[in-house]
């Protein structure tokens, strides 16, 4: 029960259908999260203004009710820019983006009550606190409240799970293995690949992606199969493999910078992102099977039914530059895309799509949030922070204040 709730400091946007993807105004994007400066920028670049961003944000004509229609939202985390996007419908049948800052926003899973981010050094977790028919605002019809940012380091965490007991998983890239949360620790290390012999802060290997299979992680992706350190920069072009952690097997190999497996209609997809397509594992003869090609680095897949988000980033300068990814853009006569592509299973045609220019030019992860149509995120540094108060009761006859 929501005993108390004033307006925030981040302000929803909303493009009209009807605009075609014109966008409207400048979002609010509420203060940083994380309290520690970022790392450096490479010589010469400069270094981001997170509370500054400018950023112009266009979508197909038909997102909005394709959302509002299937009741969907979607939760895209870009670390590049510091961002956690959440994008639905709003009441006036608009696209709705709302967006929060969380230095090097990562790893996103979730569903309508609980999100999981991964962050800069802590791994976030929110909770919505509105019941079923309750609103927020007048337009939100969940609102996700940071209950817990437990410190785990600088992991450089990638993708995320849920298990079935409720516990979360991830993608602990820096040192190559699959973790949990500890009481203690940083993490405790759960599986690593057999062909990387200690534990390290080296990222040996490139570990990205997770795909869970009924509640437990099944299957990984790697850039490559190294053991020394950052060895994977070198095997970009066709080192990449996918391993099912059950049994250690290499189950796919000759990958370009594979990322986002997702177990989804009998099928193992993912992203091979070196060259710009998602497509299936064929087990019998460990290869990838394309289904469509996506213009930009493709980091990121969320699936629900027969339909697939993916995320895209701009090819950067030495990690994505180089690749076949670039020669198949000049081939199409196209230009890299920053942004999400809704794609069909069945037959590879973009359903809708969501574009983000200026001063934001990575994805990392996408989620689909079935039931939920708008959403809002407290920010950590706000008014509405300190006076949004819920609580359960076991007082007999006890009710909640307005």
């Not at 009209?16 to 994007?29: K, R, S």
């Not at 012999?197 to 080296?202: G, H, N, R, V, Y």
């Not at 070198?234 to 290499?250: K, Y």
């Amino acid at each position: 029960m929501v005993k108390k709730a004033i307006p925030g400091q981040g302000s929803p946007e909303s493009i009209d259908e009807n605009d075609n993807g014109a966008v409207l105004q400048t979002v609010d994007a509420g203060p940083v999260a994380a309290a520690v400066p970022a790392p450096p920028p490479p010589a010469g670049k400069p270094a981001l203004d997170l509370m500054n961003l400018k950023v112009e944000k266009s979508c197909s004509r038909g997102l909005a009710s394709w959302l509002a229609g299937n009741k969907l939202s979607l939760a895209i985390s870009s670390y590049q820019s510091g961002r956690l996007y959440l994008v639905g419908s709003d009441p006036q049948g608009r696209v709705s983006f709302f967006e929060r800052i969380f230095e090097r926003a990562m790893g996103i899973v979730g569903n309508a009550q609980r999100l999981y981010l991964g962050g800069l050094y802590q791994l976030w977790r929110f909770e919505n606190v509105l019941r079923p028919g309750e609103s927020i605002h007048q337009q939100f019809d969940k609102c996700y409240v940071p209950r817990n940012a437990q410190t785990i380091g600088d992991l450089d965490i990638h993708e995320l799970g849920i298990r079935r007991n409720g516990k979360v998983v991830f993608v602990n890239t820096r040192y190559s293995c699959l973790a949990e949360l500890s009481q203690t620790h940083s993490f405790k290390a759960i599986w690593k690949p057999d062909f990387v012999s200690k534990l390290a802060p080296e990222d040996r290997c490139h570990l990205n992606g997770l795909a869970m299979v009924d509640g437990e992680p099944r299957y990984v992706t790697a850039v490559c199969r190294g053991d020394s350190v950052d060895g994977w920069r070198d095997r970009r072009h066709d080192g990449g493999v996918v391993i099912d952690i059950t049994t250690n097997e290499i189950v796919c190999e000759g990958l370009s910078m594979p990322h986002s497996p997702r177990w989804a209609n009998g099928k193992l997809w993912l992203l091979n992102a070196g060259t710009g397509h998602i497509g299936w594992v064929d087990f019998a003869e460990r290869k990838f099977v394309p289904l469509a090609f996506v213009p930009g680095f493709a980091r990121g897949l969320s699936i629900i039914g027969n339909v697939a988000a993916i995320g895209l980033s701009k090819p950067r300068n030495q990690r994505f530059e180089g690749l076949q990814l670039d020669e198949e853009l000049r081939r199409r006569d196209a230009d890299p895309w920053c942004g999400v592509q809704i794609v069909s299973l069945g037959n590879g045609d973009v359903l809708n799509w969501i574009r983000f220019e200026g001063d934001i030019s990575e994805i990392f992860d996408i989620c689909f949030l079935p039931k939920v149509r708008n959403a809002m995120v407290v920010g950590v540094r706000t008014a509405e922070i300190r006076e949004l108060i819920t609580f359960e009761s076991e007082l007999e006859g006890a009710e909640a204040a307005p």
